[in-house]
């Protein structure tokens, strides 16, 4: 080493900023003190936690629990750093039960805060009280107390004002807070919950199972949509509830997400939770409810963040595919949109699966229909087209004398033309229809990168297309439900998106709407009566008339009451 005054500046830190130090990892805001507090107090055994906060907790904290307390020597052992009554060998941490184990909470806590703690344990006659001001020497007396431990943390981070100056407003980190004793409520209904704010009470939380404790959240109305989700392979088991698709929000705050019982956020496991609605879902609507993932914890690291609440699965696509799967079973009674996976398997195999033999309607719009059918023939009325808005809508008259619907005709056509593919694709029907002249395709490189990567799922659906020498194809056929002139503008426009969004996993099933997209009337479009009304027969008989592919609505009813409120003559 070149000289020695590297070495002068090298000091062993005190264990005050050591703990500063550990704290600005476990505790960004007053909601991460709720989450540790709490936490100790559910390993302690409690099946009662109350929680009294003052300003967002950033004045006072106080946590209650009738758990197993800790005695005099317990408590000044607990504010010590890396102490911690639920571990002692390493290897205990692949097969641990409690929330804690890391033993810096507490004197991370301590040493950014006032920390009283009281406590008494069975055993005991008294209790003690533990007082620590900012990592100071802690004081100790003896009080009387009930069984458990009461923890009060006051005037967070006021040592360290950059990180007192960086916490939000009372009422952001109250609503912090609120989400984390909501998600310890729903994961653990066996224990009463109460969060109290500046003395008045906020959440009370009694049910004896997690739909109770939902329901306590959202009421009694939206809770009888919850579905239950359950479905287990091998060692991962997937349980839950999430509401049906007429009851959603517009944020996913309302689904509480759990791996091996602890609170999560997981985008990945968001979008497993999209994928498995599919078009049941309205694009930017999510369900109420909860999700737990329970796996062995070999298979997922739940503490690659102290607080963040992160978690990595061993492999993720694995849970994503299961998740998926387990709300695609629980709601495929509910709606009979065609399953994507199950088609692939069908291009596959060629064979048609059973589930998309018979396209069902609502109840509703069936009996419309059939009624319908069996006075006059051809459907005319109700749905009877009355104009084009903007190119883009087309206004009919409603299922009643009082309403009118308004279709987006793109996304009906979209949906339209999506289910005459599926249908020529299920009964088997010649596909594929020869072009008058075979055209050369003129691709850029991504372009043939992604004709290349999907030529087998393009064949399937009915197009031709041949190698031509150099690297370049032509198209000699189309499928027959697009037609020459739809089908070739169907391609290029397929092949031009998945060359802009590059390589996406789940292309196979997408393509088939893809193609549906391009090959459909669009918005813009002028469009005569006839094409109007055979618009509107053919969205009626698809399998879920009311949806496109990304879960837009294809029509909507408005309804005379709507009108009357719009110009307030009704309230
Ligand atoms: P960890 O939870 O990782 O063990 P903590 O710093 O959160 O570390 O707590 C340290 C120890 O203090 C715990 O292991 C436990 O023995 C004790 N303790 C903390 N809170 C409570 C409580 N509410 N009731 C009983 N014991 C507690
Ligand atoms: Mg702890």
């Known amino acids: 080493m070149p000289g020695g005054r590297a070495i002068d500046k090298i000091r062993l830190l005190d264990a005050q900023t050591v703990n500063e130090i550990a704290a600005g990892e476990v505790i960004e805001r007053p909601a991460s003190v709720v989450k540790e507090l709490m936490e100790n107090s559910v390993d302690a055994g409690a099946d009662r936690i109350e929680v009294r906060v003052e300003d967002g907790g950033i004045r006072r904290i106080e946590i209650i629990d009738n758990g197993e307390g800790m005695s005099r020597e317990d408590a000044l052992l607990a504010i010590r750093q890396h102490s911690t009554s639920k571990i002692s060998r390493i290897e205990d941490l692949t097969s641990l039960s409690t929330y804690g184990f890391r033993g810096e909470a507490l004197s991370s806590i301590s040493s950014v805060s006032k920390v009283t703690i009281r406590s008494r344990t069975g055993d005991e006659e008294?209790?003690?009280?533990?007082v620590t001001e900012f990592g100071s020497e802690p004081e100790l007396s003896s009080v009387g107390a009930p069984v458990g431990t009461?923890?009060?943390?006051?005037?967070?981070?006021?040592?360290i004002p950059a990180r007192r100056k960086h916490l939000a407003s009372a009422k952001t980190e109250l609503s912090h807070i609120v989400a984390t004793v909501t998600n310890y409520a729903v994961i653990r209904p066996e224990i009463t919950f109460d969060l109290v704010s500046n003395g008045a009470s906020l959440r009370s939380f009694r049910g004896p199972d997690r739909v109770s404790r939902i329901a306590e959240l959202v009421g009694p109305k939206a809770a009888k949509r919850l579905t239950s989700i359950s479905k287990q392979v091998d060692n991962v088991e997937i349980s839950g509830a999430l509401t049906k698709m007429?009851?959603?929000r517009s944020s996913p705050s309302s689904i509480h997400l759990f791996v091996n019982g602890r609170p999560v956020a997981s985008p990945l496991l968001l979008s497993a939770i999209a994928d498995g609605y599919g078009t049941r879902l309205m694009r930017g609507r999510y369900p109420i409810g909860y999700l737990t993932v329970t796996l062995s914890p070999g298979l997922v690291d739940v503490n690659i963040h102290p607080t963040k609440?992160?978690?990595r699965f061993a492999d993720p696509e694995h849970i994503r595919e299961l998740i998926a799967q387990a709300i695609e079973d629980a709601f495929s009674d509910e709606d009979a949109t065609p399953r994507f996976s199950d088609l692939m398997d069908y291009m596959k195999i060629g064979k048609a699966p059973e589930k998309l033999e018979t396209p069902r309607l609502r109840p509703t719009v069936q009996a419309r229909i059939e009624a319908e059918?069996?006075?006059s023939g051809p459907l005319s009325f109700p749905f009877e087209p009355l104009f084009q808005l903007f190119k883009t809508y087309v206004v009919a008259t409603?299922?009643?004398?009082d309403s009118v619907i308004i279709m987006d005709q793109h996304a009906a056509a979209e949906r339209v033309q999506y289910e005459s593919i599926l249908r020529s694709l299920r009964e088997g029907e010649r596909r594929s229809q020869k072009?008058?002249?075979?055209?050369i395709l003129e691709l850029s490189p991504d372009e043939r990168a992604a004709l290349e990567e999907n030529i087998e799922h393009?064949?399937?659906?009915g197009f031709g297309i041949e190698p031509f020498g150099g690297g370049s194809f032509r198209l000699v056929s189309v499928p027959v439900v697009l037609g020459e002139e739809q089908g070739e503008k169907a391609l290029k426009g397929v092949l031009d998106d998945i060359a802009k969004i590059g390589r996406r996993r789940s292309l196979g099933e997408e393509i088939i709407w893809k193609v549906a997209c391009h090959g459909s009337i669009r918005a813009g479009q002028d469009l005569s009566r006839a094409q109007m009304r055979t618009l509107i027969s053919d969205l009626l008989q698809t399998s879920n008339p009311y949806t496109c592919e990304h879960g837009r609505p294809t029509m909507i009813s408005l309804r005379i009451g709507d009108l009357e409120r719009l110009f307030k003559r009704q309230v």
């Open 126 to 130: 008294v209790g003690t009280e533990l």
């Open 373 to 375: 059918a069996s006075e």
């Open 435 to 439: 072009l008058l002249a075979p055209s």
């Open 150 to 159: 009461t923890v009060i943390v006051e005037n967070l981070f006021q040592n």
């Open 398 to 401: 409603g299922a009643d004398e």
């Open 458 to 461: 393009l064949q399937a659906l």
């Open 309 to 311: 609440r992160e978690v």
């Open 246 to 248: 007429d009851v959603t």
